[in-house]
Antibody
Framework: QIQLVQSGPELKKPGESLKISCKAS????????MQWVKQAPGKGLQYMGW????????TYADDFKERFVFSLETSASTAYLQINNLKNEDTATYFC???????????WGQGVMVTVSS | DTVLTQSPALAVSPGERVTISCRAS??????MHWYQQKPGQQPTLLIY???NLESGVPARFSGSGSGTDFTLTIDPVEADDTATYYC????????FGGGTKLELK
């Protein structure tokens, strides 16, 4: 069955960096784009951008053009989100999601809770 | 950016019919989708392209609308439907509405 399995929770200090993973299984990884979505505690969903899994080209939403990096390890069917120079406001759960040709997110990872605190 | 506006919360009794609305700041044609998110879980897709039921989703859920005004209907509501419901447009990149928290009386 199709699954997106994300890495575990993270506790970081301001200024540090982190890299979280999203491993896909049950389908051909390069057939679908991968999206990233942020959800701050008690808040709604915020679209971060996506990465073309065929070319590796990332596209970032306006609020995520600095400090955020999407990347791939295609041989491992894995997408990554790296956040540099962490800030308190990066505290959130981060989801990866598969995007279909209909431009909808049909499968989601379980989310990674990131806490940034000194 | 295309802004999506949802009412923040609704409370209904089991067995009733509920409609959740979503208004877009500009026309998105029928490129509107609906997700359900239960506490502590990832979102799940309910409706795509305004009115198409995702495979495996109960037929109690339905969607309608085009242009700027969309609705998600649950009829009848069951206790398990307690969740937050998000609309999402894919006409102009992607944005989510603020979510509607559905509580059961």
């Amino acid at each position: 069955q199709i699954q997106l399995v994300q890495s575990g929770p993270e506790l970081k200090k301001p200024g540090e960096s982190l890299k979280i993973s999203c491993k896909a299984s049950g389908y051909t990884f390069t057939d679908y784009a991968m999206q990233w979505v942020k959800q701050a505690p008690g808040k709604g969903l915020q679209y971060m951008g996506w990465i073309n899994t065929q070319t590796g080209k990332p596209t970032y939403a306006d609020d995520f053009k600095e400090r955020f990096v999407f990347s791939l390890e295609t041989s491992a069917s894995t997408a990554y989100l790296q956040i540099n120079n962490l800030k308190n406001e990066d505290t959130a759960t981060y989801f990866c999601a598969r995007r279909t040709l209909r431009r909808v997110f049909d499968y989601w990872g379980q989310g990674v809770m990131v806490t940034v605190s000194s | 950016d295309t802004v999506l506006t949802q009412s923040p919360a609704l409370a209904v009794s089991p067995g009733e019919r509920v409609t959740i609305s979503c208004r877009a700041s500009e026309s998105v044609s029928t490129l509107m989708h609906w997700y359900q998110q239960k506490p502590g879980q990832q979102p799940t897709l309910l409706i795509y392209l305004a009115s198409n039921l995702e495979s495996g989703v109960p037929a109690r859920f339905s969607g309608s609308g085009s242009g700027t005004d969309f609705t998600l209907t649950i009829d009848p509501v069951e206790a398990d439907d307690t969740a937050t419901y998000y609309c999402q447009q894919s006409w102009n990149d992607w944005t989510f509405g603020g979510g509607t928290k559905l509580e059961l009386k």
